[in-house]
Each structure stands twice: as structure tokens, then as C-alpha cells.
């Protein structure tokens, strides 16, 4: 996957929420203009923060059980407030959500940048891709 010191020129969320890419360019003068799509499936939950001028610096996989650790904050209101993909109702707890994702063979991933933005995704896969690449 290419992404290192690329901007983040956009996303896309299709599928009802199941495909997610990130669209990054890498344009610095005097160094050929170079794109790259990162597409996770099979998504459960994300989040991403301060989108405007990201320079993507690392994707990264991440325990599931730490990333929803962290994020057992938002995870809990999203799935009390809006709902969410694998939380089963009001009975479900951070930990039985954890554990289902685990069992389901889900995945967080976890991308860092150089300037604000900030995210995870909960996915079974990520590739990297060329714009003009084919599945």
C-alpha cells in the first residue's frame, strides 16, 4: 500500500457502509505526481476527525481489543444513538460487541497523519490500489 506523505484528497463510503476509500495524491515539486487508493470491506464501524489537509503518514493494524478500548466512548453513544452494525440492542456491552467483531474475523486498522487527522476502521480487509487498477 502507498500512503506514506500522501494527501488525503477525499473518501468514499459505499455499500451501505461497507466499502470505504481513502483517495490520496502524492504532488511535491520536483517528484512525479503519484495517486493511491486505500479500500477497506467488509467495514463495521469507523471514524475519522479533521479531514482538511491530511498528510496520511501511517495505516496501521491495531489489536481490535485495544482500538475499541479507546474508543468505548464513541462506540457506545454511536450504537445507543445512531446504531451500529454488530451491537445487538441495549443489552449489548463494549465487551460483547468486541467479542462479536472478533469471532466475525474483523480487524481495526488505524490511520495516523502528519497535520489533525486522525481515524480507525473496523474492516475484515484493507488493499492498496492504483487508480487504474481493477479488482
Not at 23 to 30: H, N, S, T, V, W
Request: charged letters at 20%; glycine letters at 6%; aromatic letters at 14%.
Amino acid at each position: 500500500m502507498r500512503y506514506h506523505d500522501f494527501h488525503l484528497s477525499g473518501y468514499s463510503v459505499s455499500a451501505f457502509g461497507n466499502r470505504i476509500v481513502l483517495y490520496l495524491i502524492f504532488d511535491y515539486p520536483g517528484r512525479a505526481k503519484e495517486e493511491s487508493h486505500i479500500e477497506f470491506s467488509d467495514v463495521a464501524c469507523y471514524h475519522f476527525s479533521h479531514t482538511t489537509a491530511a498528510i496520511i503518514t501511517d495505516i496501521r493494524e491495531d489489536s481490535l481489543a485495544a482500538v475499541i478500548q479507546e474508543q468505548q466512548s464513541f462506540l457506545t453513544q454511536a450504537a445507543t444513538q445512531d446504531g451500529l452494525q454488530f451491537w445487538n440492542g441495549p443489552k449489548d456491552t463494549i465487551d460483547t460487541y468486541r467479542e462479536r467483531l472478533k469471532a466475525e474475523g474483523y480487524k481495526a486498522y488505524r490511520i495516523e497523519s502528519a497535520i489533525g487527522f486522525s481515524g480507525f476502521v473496523i474492516a475484515k480487509s484493507v488493499v492498496g490500489k492504483t487508480p487504474n487498477q481493477t479488482e
